[in-house]
Each structure stands twice: as structure tokens, then as C-alpha cells.
């Protein structure tokens, strides 16, 4: 017994010494203590001490003495980490460097503080961003038609472009001083958002110029002479931009563009002077057909060395004028049929003076750089406004369509398999714009978190994918019948497009979450390998000697951090109490839990991990749903917690973890050095790995949320484009949704009185004027139960055309 609680003693003096991070000589210390205690109570059996003493002294003056330590142990292992770690290209840098570390660095250093999140200032619109929204952007919405706009005009009308430019759609990004409305990112979202909730086609054609292109570029690296000359261009619509980067052969690896420029001497305007002659071939332009100036990426050269010494400068930005004799431009793609201009463009021995490179002089080389950086910030906008704008008008007009069809005498909604259905809807979209906000915030608060961007582009995509799917699964022929009341196809037909574009999906989970996620947020990973590269070795090793020893610490802290949280599922949580804190403890135990499996993984698979795209895609569904989760702890408290969203807060909440819990199994099973993963494991989940998800109650109160009108479903769906007249599909199923559950105790009523025999079953008409008659119900109450079923059969009408095949 007295043994057994020695070893409990130590055991515990070990635990809080690695929680706290104890020094080396505090762990010397320590272990002298328990040494001459073994030795002491060992007597008079000295042997096996003689063996352990001098093992013990000299690995303590070793790791103590600091010139000891870095001839016997850090430059060795400096050696190992060189040939283990794989260099990185210039590119590879900028990609690293671009953006700012944020919520995520929190979340990968295993310990997120949560006051801090959750006292983040909540951005609201200002008064022009809100009459933008209400005034121009509800009238735009008016202006479109989804299915002329695909199926007859294959475009954009002229009127709605000329709309879009003299309204300064494309200048939402530009500052005032040079035309534009210098929106805010969560003006720009929100008016994305209600756009995607309209028309696809359009809201892509107007995100584009306000993310990654021309203005972006020119605002952050343009020279002062570039801003006058093409901001205000830009922001009148008299010039309208694309940006040309993919190429056939570069497509996720966008570094290895093979577009050139030769910088020479050439004629432009009739004036000899130095510029670059161009020659490009690109595809998969948005808005490329029609633009009128061409951002272009290539890879600059200087054989005749004009600009300097240096031969090969590297990727560079440039404006190119459309008009320019030697481009090929104006061809279309046909993206899924979704109609927004997207076309490849060619140019051959096209020539610009140096003027036009973005930046002039001082951008030469520097267009990877500017690309990521924009990158960091475009990417956290566009897509994830567009997929949630989508998802809220899915979320709105399938509930409405699932209350209204029945089957088998019942709402479809009432069914629990479309309720499943319905609650993955709810809950996705509720986790969408959580997570867009979140992030908008974010950017609006000076952040330009490149890591998160990757994080809510690929999760926003996916997740409108799965509402989508959902959405066709529950309006079944309604749902795969194209036509003019079909509000739900489009979605599904363009749901590829954003899991494509800006950073395909399977490169974005696999390689660039977490394996950009580890070097710019870990604590010590980027340090230690500046530390490798310097030239000095003596400075690098003595930086690294003490890196090592604090990343060494910060493992055995987390590992008992892990252990601690695991055994008591959480505790404890500060400032906290009720759900928010279960929730809350779960994700600081998950996301301590993933810090440390990112070190496990780092140590025993060292430059291999960045191939192993299995174990690194795992880890990177555990940030991202940790972020996701964030978002949804964050909404709630900013809206001041109100009860009647706990049910997609919980859904929510539960959702990211199952998910976080499926990628530890994922890890855990295919880590390579299982003692590795068998450690993980014991740390992670040391009673067991807990049955998560929502369970069928929850799924049921989501599902409810989209079924009927409410405040909770008002907020899930704000912010899109709700037309009210009824020859429109939308302002048909929410008119028709009033009168049919207005109707539905009427029609209680009815069937109570055919069960008890007071009146016979047959057709409605009968049943109803039996049932006045019978004085059931009164001559009002049969009213509105006809003008439901005749709008219900009106609502659920599916769209027809003349045959084409002649007879």
C-alpha cells in the first residue's frame, strides 16, 4: 500500500511539474529527490543504485550545462531537423507570411481564451452600409430572373449590368477619395449574401471585383500615380477587371505559372521605352470575357539585365488594357451552366511599359507575395457569404415546402427522416453564417487571417454541398424538375464551383489548414526553423538550443493539460456556467488534445508529415470544426444567448465535436508510430472515446425551427432577399405557409368529426360543407382551409414545357 502511494505521489509531482512547465533544474532536482529516496529505502540493497547514479549525473550535467548540451545534443538534432524538414521555396515563404494569426493561434496552441473571444465588439453596419443594402441591393434583386437569366439570356440583361456599374456594385472595396463606398468586409458580405439568395450568376459577377483583382492589388501595393489612374476607372464600372492567374498547367499549383514577361525595349503608343513583352495562356477567368483590364500573373525575366542583376525577378503583377493587339479574349466557359462570365484569355508578344506593373519598380518579383496576402483576406468573404446566402434561401424555402407537401395525410416535415433532413439544413446554415460573421468581424477588426481563410472558404463550400444535396432529397420531383419555380437546383448545380475555385477543397483540407496552420501557429515550429537557417551557426544553434528546450516544455505541459481535461471531461471552466460550459470544456479539452497530436505528429514523422495528406487532412477537420464551433459559441453570446436558438446552438455545438472526436479516431488508427498514437489516446480520451452527436430530440427542435414562422427562424434566415408578391416561387410558399398552418386546426376539426362518425369521409368539397352544416366548423373556418389547399396545390406545382418531339 505505502508503495502504491509513493508511486501515486510521484506520479502527481510529475503531472504538475510538466503542467507548469518546470525547468531543467527543477527536473534534475526532482529527480535526485526520488533517486536518494529509492536509494535510502533501498537499503541494504545498494546494487542496482550504483548503475542508475552515474547514468543520472551525467545526463544532469549534461542537459544543464549549456556548452554540454549543445555539442552532445542540440546541434545533432538541429542536423536531424534540417534533413527532416524539407526546404522552403521563396514562394512557400510569402504563402507562410501571408495574413495574420489570430483566433486559430489560439485554438493550436491548446489553450483558446475565451473571454477574449467573446469580448470581441460586434460589428454592426453604419447607416450608408444599411440603405446600400436596403435600397440599391433589394433593388438589383427585383431586377433579376434566375431562369431567364440562365435558360434565355445566358447572361447578365444589359440593364442589370449598367444597374451594377452605375451603382458601384464593383467599387464596394474602393475608398471614397477614389469613387467608391468603401465598405466594410461585413457590408460586402452582406450584400453577397442577399445577392447569392437571388441569383447565382449575379453574385458571383459582383464579388469577383471586390476580392482578389486589379483594385485589391492596387490599393495595397499600387504606387499613388496607379490608384488615380485606375480606382476610379474602376469604381465607375467605365473599366471592368478580371485576374488572370490559373493556367493549364498551373492550376493548384498556381506557383509554377508558366505565363513569361521579357523585359526589353518595345514601342508603346508610339513611344520607344522599357516594359515587358508578354505571353500568357489562362483559363478559368471570371468575368474574363468581358473584361476590359486584364490583372495578370507571370513569371518576369530580365536576360538583357534592364532592370538590374538579377536575371530572373520571379512572379510578377501587371495591368494589362484588353484592347491590346496580340490578346485573345472574349470566349466562354460554361461553369455548370451557372451564366456568369467565365472565358479563357491569351496574349502573344503583347507589350506594357514598366508602368504597368502593379507596384511599378518596387513590385517587380514581389506578385506571389501580393497574391497570398489578398488571398488571405478575399477569400475569407466571397465564398462563404455567397454559400450561406444560398443556404438561408434553401434553409427558408424547403422548411416552407416540407410544412406545406403532405403525404400519408401529414406535413412531409412531420416525417423523421425529412426532419433529419431539415435539421442538417438548419444546423449547417446556422454554422455557416456564425462562421462568416466571426470572420468578418475578424477582417473588420484589422485581422487578415490567412489560416481561417482557408478554414471557412473550405467548410462554408462543403457545407452548402451538404444543404444542397439535402435540399433536393427533400423537395424529390419539385427538386430535379428545372424551371422558373425551382428555388433549390441552381444551388445544387453551382455547389461545385465554390468547392472549386480560390483554392480547390481537397488541396485546402489536405495540405494548406493544417500544414500552413502548424508553421504560422505554432508557438515555436517557424522560429525553430529560422533558427536552423541562419548562417551564423553558433547564434542559430544557441537559438535553437533554447527554442528546443521551450518546445520541449510546452509538449509536457500540454500532454498534462490533455491527460487532466480528459480524465475530468473538461473542468475547469472559468466565468461559466449552465450549456455553454459543458460545451466550452469539451472544446478546450479537444483543442488541447490537437496541439499535442500536432506535436506527436511533427516529431515522429518530421518532413513525411507534409506528404501524408490522411493525417494532415484529420487535423485539419479538428481546427477547422474547433473554429466552427467557436463561431457558433460566439454568435450566441453576441445575440444574448436567446432560448429559442439553443436548439441549433446545441445541434451546432454537438455536430462539431462528433466531427473533432471522428478526426482523433482517424489519427489515432493511421498515425504511423503507434507507440505514438497509443500515448494520444491514453491523453486524449483516457476513460474512452464518448458517443457524441445530436441526438434525435435535438434534430427534431431544429427541424421545427424552419417548419413555421418564428423569431429564431427570422434570425437564421436574415439578411437574404425575400420577394413578396405572389408570382414570385418565394413569396408563394410564404404566403401559402401562413394559410396552411392557419388551416391545420380547422382541418383537425374535421378529421375528429369523421373519426367520431358525425360526418362521412370524402372529396374536401364535401367535407366541407358537410361539416358547415353540421355547424363543425363555420362558414370563415371552411374559407380558409380552401384558400389553403387551393394555394397549397398552387405551391407545389411543378414546371412543364411543350414537348419538343413531334408526334
Same mark, same amino acid.
Given at each position: 500500500?505505502?508503495?502504491?502511494?509513493?508511486?501515486?505521489?510521484?506520479?502527481?509531482?510529475?503531472?504538475?511539474?510538466?503542467?507548469?512547465?518546470?525547468?531543467?533544474?527543477?527536473?534534475?532536482?526532482? %529527480?535526485?529527490?526520488? $533517486?536518494?529516496?529509492?536509494?535510502?529505502?533501498?537499503?541494504?540493497?545498494?546494487?542496482?543504485?550504483?548503475?542508475?547514479?552515474?547514468?543520472?549525473?551525467?545526463?544532469?550535467?549534461?542537459?544543464?550545462?549549456?556548452?554540454?548540451?549543445?555539442?552532445?545534443?542540440?546541434?545533432?538534432?538541429?542536423?536531424?531537423?534540417?534533413?527532416?524538414?524539407?526546404?522552403?521555396?521563396?514562394?512557400?515563404?510569402?504563402?507562410?507570411?501571408?495574413?495574420?494569426?489570430?483566433?486559430?493561434?489560439?485554438?493550436?496552441?491548446?489553450?483558446?481564451?475565451?473571454? /477574449? !473571444?467573446?469580448?470581441?465588439?460586434?460589428?454592426?453596419?453604419?447607416?450608408?452600409?444599411?440603405?446600400?443594402?436596403?435600397?440599391?441591393? #433589394?433593388?438589383?434583386?427585383?431586377?433579376?430572373?434566375?431562369?431567364?437569366?440562365?435558360?434565355?439570356?445566358?447572361?447578365?440583361?444589359? #440593364?442589370?449590368?449598367?444597374?451594377?456599374?452605375?451603382?458601384?456594385?464593383?467599387?464596394?472595396?474602393?475608398?471614397?477619395?477614389?469613387?467608391?463606398?468603401?465598405?466594410?468586409?461585413?457590408?460586402?458580405?452582406?450584400?453577397?449574401? +442577399?445577392?447569392?439568395?437571388?441569383?447565382?450568376?449575379?453574385?458571383?459577377?459582383?464579388?469577383?471585383?471586390?476580392?482578389?483583382?486589379?483594385?485589391?492589388?492596387?490599393?495595397?501595393?499600387?504606387?499613388?500615380?496607379?490608384?488615380?489612374?485606375?480606382?476610379?476607372? %474602376?469604381?465607375?464600372?467605365?473599366?471592368?477587371?478580371?485576374?488572370?492567374?490559373?493556367?493549364?498547367?498551373?492550376?493548384?499549383?498556381?506557383?509554377?505559372?508558366?505565363?513569361?514577361?521579357?523585359?526589353?525595349?518595345?514601342?508603346?503608343?508610339?513611344?520607344?521605352?522599357?516594359?515587358?513583352?508578354?505571353?500568357?495562356?489562362?483559363?478559368?477567368?471570371?468575368?474574363?470575357?468581358?473584361?476590359?483590364?486584364?490583372?495578370?500573373?507571370?513569371?518576369?525575366?530580365?536576360?538583357?539585365?534592364?532592370?538590374?542583376?538579377?536575371?530572373?525577378?520571379?512572379?510578377? %503583377?501587371?495591368?494589362?488594357?484588353?484592347? !491590346?493587339?496580340?490578346?485573345?479574349?472574349?470566349?466562354?466557359?460554361?461553369?455548370?451552366?451557372?451564366?456568369?462570365?467565365?472565358?479563357?484569355?491569351?496574349?502573344?508578344?503583347?507589350?506594357?511599359?514598366?508602368?504597368?506593373?502593379?507596384?511599378? +519598380?518596387?513590385?517587380?518579383?514581389?506578385?506571389?507575395?501580393?497574391?497570398?496576402?489578398?488571398l488571405a483576406a478575399g477569400r475569407s468573404i466571397s465564398l462563404p457569404a455567397l454559400s450561406t446566402g444560398q443556404a438561408k434561401m434553401a434553409a427558408r424555402a424547403v422548411g416552407a415546402y416540407a410544412r406545406i407537401r403532405r403525404q400519408f395525410r401529414l406535413p412531409i416535415g412531420r416525417f423523421e427522416g425529412i426532419g433529419e433532413a431539415l435539421a442538417r439544413i438548419a444546423g449547417n446554415t446556422y454554422l455557416m453564417d456564425s462562421?462568416?460573421?466571426?470572420?468578418?468581424?475578424?477582417?473588420?477588426?484589422?485581422?487578415?487571417?490567412?489560416?481561417?481563410?482557408?478554414?471557412?472558404?473550405?467548410?462554408?463550400?462543403?457545407?452548402?454541398?451538404?444543404?444542397?444535396?439535402?435540399?433536393?432529397?427533400?423537395?424529390?420531383?419539385?427538386?430535379?424538375?428545372?424551371?422558373?419555380?425551382?428555388?433549390?437546383?441552381?444551388?445544387?448545380?453551382?455547389?461545385?464551383?465554390?468547392?472549386?475555385?480560390?483554392?480547390?477543397?481537397?488541396?485546402?483540407?489536405?495540405?494548406?489548414?493544417?500544414?500552413?496552420?502548424?508553421?504560422?501557429?505554432?508557438?515555436?515550429?517557424?522560429?525553430?526553423?529560422?533558427?536552423?537557417?541562419?548562417?551564423?551557426?553558433?547564434?542559430?544553434?544557441?537559438?535553437?538550443?533554447?527554442?528546443?528546450?521551450?518546445?520541449?516544455?510546452?509538449?509536457?505541459?500540454?500532454?498534462?493539460?490533455?491527460?487532466?481535461?480528459?480524465?475530468?471531461?473538461?473542468?475547469?471552466?472559468?466565468?461559466?456556467?449552465?450549456?455553454?460550459?459543458?460545451?466550452?470544456?469539451?472544446?478546450?479539452?479537444?483543442?488541447?488534445?490537437?496541439?499535442?497530436?500536432?506535436?506527436?505528429?511533427?516529431?515522429?514523422?518530421?518532413?513525411?508529415?507534409?506528404?501524408?495528406?490522411?493525417?494532415?487532412?484529420? $487535423?485539419?477537420?479538428?481546427?477547422?470544426?474547433?473554429? %466552427?464551433?467557436s463561431a457558433v459559441i460566439m454568435r450566441f453570446d453576441g445575440e444574448g444567448r436567446p432560448q429559442d436558438e439553443l436548439p441549433l446552438v446545441r445541434w451546432g455545438c454537438e455536430d462539431c465535436l462528433e466531427r473533432i472526436r471522428e478526426g482523433f479516431a482517424g489519427i489515432l488508427k493511421n498515425l504511423p508510430f503507434r507507440p505514438a498514437a497509443w500515448f494520444l489516446k491514453l491523453c486524449i480520451f483516457p476513460l474512452g472515446r464518448p458517443l457524441g452527436g445530436a441526438d434525435d430530440s435535438i434534430s427534431r427542435q431544429v427541424a421545427d425551427i424552419i417548419l413555421e414562422p418564428s423569431p429564431a427562424r427570422?434570425?437564421?434566415?436574415?439578411?437574404?432577399?425575400?420577394?413578396?408578391?405572389? #408570382?414570385?416561387?418565394?413569396?408563394?410558399?410564404?404566403?401559402?405557409?401562413?394559410?396552411?398552418?392557419?388551416?391545420?386546426?380547422?382541418?383537425?376539426?374535421?378529421?375528429?368529426?369523421? /373519426?367520431?362518425?358525425?360526418?362521412? +369521409?370524402?372529396?374536401?368539397?364535401?367535407?366541407?360543407?358537410?361539416?358547415?352544416?353540421?355547424?363543425?366548423?363555420?362558414?370563415?373556418?371552411?374559407?380558409?382551409?380552401?384558400?389553403?389547399?387551393?394555394?397549397?396545390?398552387?405551391?407545389?406545382?411543378?414546371?412543364?414545357?411543350?414537348?419538343?418531339?413531334?408526334?
Amino acid at each position: 500500500m505505502k508503495f502504491l502511494l509513493a508511486i501515486l505521489a510521484v506520479s502527481v509531482m510529475v503531472w504538475f511539474l510538466a503542467f507548469f512547465r518546470a525547468r531543467l533544474p527543477i527536473w534534475s532536482a526532482f %529527480l535526485a529527490i526520488i $533517486l536518494a529516496a529509492g536509494t535510502y529505502f533501498s537499503a541494504p540493497h545498494y546494487g542496482p543504485w550504483w548503475f542508475i547514479w552515474p547514468l543520472f549525473i551525467a545526463g544532469a550535467v549534461i542537459l544543464n550545462v549549456s556548452q554540454l548540451r549543445l555539442f552532445l545534443i542540440t546541434r545533432p538534432i538541429s542536423a536531424l531537423f534540417r534533413r527532416m524538414l524539407p526546404p522552403i521555396s521563396r514562394t512557400e515563404r510569402e504563402a507562410l507570411e501571408a495574413g495574420t494569426v489570430w483566433w486559430d493561434g489560439e485554438l493550436f496552441q491548446g489553450s483558446p481564451d475565451w473571454e /477574449r !473571444l467573446l469580448s470581441l465588439p460586434e460589428t454592426r453596419l453604419t447607416a450608408e452600409e444599411d440603405a446600400f443594402v436596403a435600397g440599391p441591393v #433589394d433593388d438589383l434583386c427585383r431586377m433579376l430572373d434566375d431562369w431567364r437569366i440562365t435558360e434565355e439570356f445566358r447572361d447578365l440583361p444589359p #440593364d442589370v449590368w449598367r444597374f451594377i456599374r452605375e451603382k458601384g456594385f464593383f467599387a464596394m472595396i474602393i475608398p471614397k477619395e477614389y469613387g467608391g463606398l468603401e465598405f466594410s468586409a461585413s457590408a460586402n458580405s452582406r450584400v453577397i449574401m +442577399k445577392i447569392a439568395s437571388r441569383c447565382y450568376a449575379a453574385a458571383v459577377t459582383i464579388m469577383v471585383p471586390n476580392s482578389l483583382g486589379p483594385a485589391e492589388l492596387l490599393l495595397r501595393y499600387g504606387s499613388e500615380a496607379q490608384k488615380r489612374y485606375y480606382l476610379p476607372r %474602376l469604381a465607375s464600372g467605365e473599366e471592368i477587371p478580371c485576374f488572370a492567374l490559373t493556367a493549364p498547367e498551373a492550376g493548384s499549383d498556381a506557383a509554377a505559372i508558366p505565363d513569361t514577361g521579357i523585359v526589353c525595349r518595345g514601342l508603346f503608343n508610339g513611344e520607344e521605352c522599357v516594359g515587358v513583352r508578354l505571353n500568357w495562356d489562362k483559363r478559368y477567368i471570371t468575368l474574363g470575357p468581358v473584361a476590359t483590364l486584364i490583372g495578370l500573373a507571370f513569371r518576369l525575366y530580365d536576360p538583357e539585365h534592364l532592370l538590374g542583376d538579377d536575371g530572373e525577378p520571379g512572379i510578377t %503583377l501587371a495591368m494589362v488594357p484588353a484592347s !491590346l493587339a496580340g490578346i485573345t479574349i472574349g470566349s466562354r466557359h460554361d461553369p455548370l451552366g451557372v451564366r456568369f462570365q467565365n472565358g479563357p484569355n491569351r496574349g502573344k508578344d503583347v507589350f506594357v511599359p514598366l508602368d504597368r506593373i502593379v507596384g511599378e +519598380k518596387e513590385g517587380i518579383g514581389q506578385g506571389w507575395r501580393m497574391l497570398m496576402e489578398c488571398l488571405a483576406a478575399g477569400r475569407s468573404i466571397s465564398l462563404p457569404a455567397l454559400s450561406t446566402g444560398q443556404a438561408k434561401m434553401a434553409a427558408r424555402a424547403v422548411g416552407a415546402y416540407a410544412r406545406i407537401r403532405r403525404q400519408f395525410r401529414l406535413p412531409i416535415g412531420r416525417f423523421e427522416g425529412i426532419g433529419e433532413a431539415l435539421a442538417r439544413i438548419a444546423g449547417n446554415t446556422y454554422l455557416m453564417d456564425s462562421a462568416r460573421s466571426m470572420t468578418c468581424a475578424a477582417l473588420d477588426g484589422g485581422q487578415s487571417p490567412s489560416v481561417v481563410s482557408a478554414i471557412v472558404k473550405y467548410h462554408c463550400t462543403e457545407m452548402m454541398r451538404s444543404v444542397a444535396n439535402d435540399s433536393m432529397d427533400v423537395m424529390g420531383g419539385r427538386g430535379i424538375s428545372l424551371g422558373p419555380r425551382n428555388l433549390v437546383a441552381r444551388f445544387h448545380q453551382g455547389a461545385p464551383i465554390g468547392i472549386t475555385v480560390e483554392g480547390a477543397n481537397i488541396l485546402t483540407r489536405s495540405m494548406i489548414i493544417f500544414g500552413q496552420g502548424l508553421v504560422r501557429c505554432h508557438p515555436y515550429l517557424l522560429k525553430e526553423m529560422e533558427a536552423i537557417a541562419d548562417t551564423d551557426r553558433k547564434r542559430g544553434s544557441k537559438e535553437f538550443d533554447r527554442l528546443l528546450g521551450e518546445h520541449a516544455r510546452f509538449v509536457l505541459s500540454n500532454a498534462a493539460r490533455t491527460f487532466f481535461l480528459g480524465l475530468s471531461r473538461g473542468y475547469p471552466v472559468r466565468g461559466e456556467s449552465g450549456m455553454l460550459s459543458r460545451y466550452i470544456r469539451a472544446a478546450n479539452r479537444f483543442s488541447a488534445g490537437f496541439s499535442l497530436a500536432a506535436d506527436m505528429a511533427l516529431l515522429t514523422m518530421g518532413g513525411k508529415l507534409k506528404r501524408a495528406e490522411g493525417i494532415s487532412g484529420r $487535423l485539419a477537420d479538428i481546427l477547422g470544426h474547433l473554429y %466552427l464551433f467557436s463561431a457558433v459559441i460566439m454568435r450566441f453570446d453576441g445575440e444574448g444567448r436567446p432560448q429559442d436558438e439553443l436548439p441549433l446552438v446545441r445541434w451546432g455545438c454537438e455536430d462539431c465535436l462528433e466531427r473533432i472526436r471522428e478526426g482523433f479516431a482517424g489519427i489515432l488508427k493511421n498515425l504511423p508510430f503507434r507507440p505514438a498514437a497509443w500515448f494520444l489516446k491514453l491523453c486524449i480520451f483516457p476513460l474512452g472515446r464518448p458517443l457524441g452527436g445530436a441526438d434525435d430530440s435535438i434534430s427534431r427542435q431544429v427541424a421545427d425551427i424552419i417548419l413555421e414562422p418564428s423569431p429564431a427562424r427570422e434570425r437564421l434566415t436574415s439578411g437574404i432577399y425575400l420577394p413578396t408578391g405572389l #408570382d414570385e416561387p418565394m413569396g408563394q410558399l410564404e404566403d401559402t405557409l401562413v394559410k396552411v398552418i392557419e388551416a391545420e386546426p380547422v382541418e383537425q376539426k374535421l378529421r375528429d368529426a369523421v /373519426r367520431e362518425g358525425r360526418i362521412a +369521409k370524402g372529396s374536401e368539397v364535401e367535407m366541407l360543407e358537410e361539416g358547415v352544416k353540421r355547424g363543425i366548423i363555420s362558414e370563415d373556418e371552411a374559407r380558409i382551409v380552401w384558400s389553403a389547399s387551393q394555394a397549397r396545390r398552387e405551391a407545389i406545382r411543378v414546371d412543364d414545357f411543350p414537348s419538343l418531339v413531334r408526334q
